[in-house]
């Protein structure tokens, strides 16, 4: 199978802009999370999406949102962005079913870089 | 929030010795895992144990879990200069309100 894809790999944007991240999940994959990962902070989570719909959120602003598509791709929305917005994005896909997190794909990460 | 805490944050061992982290936790879990990421790229998973269990191993891994400390670790025998990464523990504290929780992670140098 293959593995899970994150489009583009590489971002540079300026401050106020916005951006959309693109993830992939492995086929038969339901559930599909986002984390950002800064130096700073390290990895953190950003939400969960089960059958287009978000069931898991953490402590990040509404800035960020998502979605999750018929076919289980997702993509993760960020506007008016901040220097500190700049870090790795992360996205992991499951078979979801369990409800609980067990083994993730991680894909191979969206590097945003905000001017 | 950060639930796992690696220790140490840095290793650097010989090509061929044996490498040990360890990971506290602070709440009740579901399953501990532990993955990998090399370079800045994305995270690849290693091992899951679950509450219930106290030792898993996967070939060169061997994992343990003490819930009654909540710490965890994690050994690589005969290291490999490929084995240079960094290893997060992560856990799932159950509910799944947070999702995984990751540490800030060891990262482990094999000198050839």
């Known amino acids: 199978k293959a593995g899970v894809t994150q489009t583009p790999r590489y971002l540079i944007k300026t401050r106020g802009q916005q951006v959309t991240l693109s993830c992939s999940p492995i086929?038969?994959?339901?559930?599909v999370s986002w984390y950002q990962q800064t130096p700073g902070q390290g990895l953190q989570f950003l939400f969960e999406?089960?059958?287009?719909?978000?069931?898991n959120k953490g402590n990040f602003p509404g800035r960020f949102s998502g979605r999750q598509f018929s076919n289980s791709r997702s993509e993760m929305n960020v506007s008016t962005l901040e220097l500190g917005d700049s870090a790795l994005y992360l996205c992991?896909?499951?078979?979801?079913?369990?409800?609980?997190?067990?083994?993730?794909?991680f894909g191979p990460g969206t590097r945003l870089l905000v001017l | 929030s950060q639930q796992g805490e690696e220790d140490p944050q840095a290793l650097s061992i010989q090509e061929g010795e044996n490498a040990t982290m360890n990971c506290s936790y602070k709440?009740?879990?579901?399953?501990l895992q532990w993955y990998r990421q090399n370079s800045g790229r994305g995270l690849v998973h290693l091992i899951l144990?679950?509450?219930?269990?106290r030792e898993k191993h996967s070939g060169r891994l061997r994992v343990t879990l003490d819930t009654s400390k909540k710490s965890s670790s994690l050994l690589i025998t005969a290291s490999r200069a490929a084995d240079t990464a960094s290893y997060f523990c992560?856990?799932?504290?159950?509910?799944?309100?947070?999702?995984?929780?990751f540490g800030k992670g060891t990262h482990l140098i094999i000198q050839p």
């Open positions: 086929s038969g994959h339901r559930s």
């Open positions: 709440t009740s879990i579901n399953n």
């Open positions: 999406y089960f059958s287009e719909t978000q069931r």
């Open positions: 144990i679950r509450s219930n269990e």
């Open positions: 992991a896909s499951s078979l979801g079913i369990s409800g609980s997190y067990e083994t993730q794909y």
């Open positions: 992560a856990t799932d504290e159950g509910g799944g309100a947070d999702g995984l929780t």
